[in-house]
């Protein structure tokens, strides 16, 4: 007996700056991400890649890649089609999210679902952190016009 349709596995799910393509076929997937750490809220990260690697299936599929935001609003969503021949082939899907808004802090979530049946649902905090201030009685350092090796003026 033949199957005509097997429900792939997911084999792996990543989070990422940027994903490559090497002349051989092999990816090169560059910052994976944990978590997003940002200076100040509302930002906005101008790429954000979800890197999906699929197997074990036969049969036409449909991907759906999802960003929620803490409030469970979802902030993007693609969708993908894709086709497994046989058990043993996989299939490689990058979704990649443009200009993202991350409005506040909190638990942000990338959902990656097949044929409307969630395969994984992972966290990606984001962190609002504070730069230090400048210490009491201390001056910002100014930039020497004159060069970064020049001596300061007044020393």
């Not at 084999?11 to 940027?18: P, Y």
Request: glycine residues 6%.
């Amino acid at each position: 007996m033949n199957a005509t349709r097997i429900l792939p596995d997911l084999q792996c799910s990543l989070l990422c700056d940027e994903v490559r393509q090497e002349v051989s076929g092999n990816f090169i997937l560059l910052g994976i991400i944990a978590y997003v750490r940002v200076p100040q809220l509302p930002i906005t990260a101008l790429k954000l890649c979800v890197f999906n690697r699929w197997t074990a299936g036969v049969g036409q599929f449909t991907e759906t890649v999802r960003l929620v935001a803490p409030d469970e609003a979802v902030v993007r969503q693609s969708q993908v089609r894709f086709a497994l021949q046989d058990a043993t082939h996989n299939a490689t899907n990058v979704t990649l999210f443009t200009q993202v808004e991350f409005k506040v802090a909190g638990t942000y979530y990338i959902e990656v679902l097949v044929d409307d049946v969630m395969k994984l649902r992972f966290p990606v905090p984001v962190h609002l952190v504070q730069q230090p201030a400048a210490g009491a009685g201390q001056q910002p350092q100014r930039p020497n016009p004159k060069g970064p090796d020049a001596p300061q003026e007044g020393a």
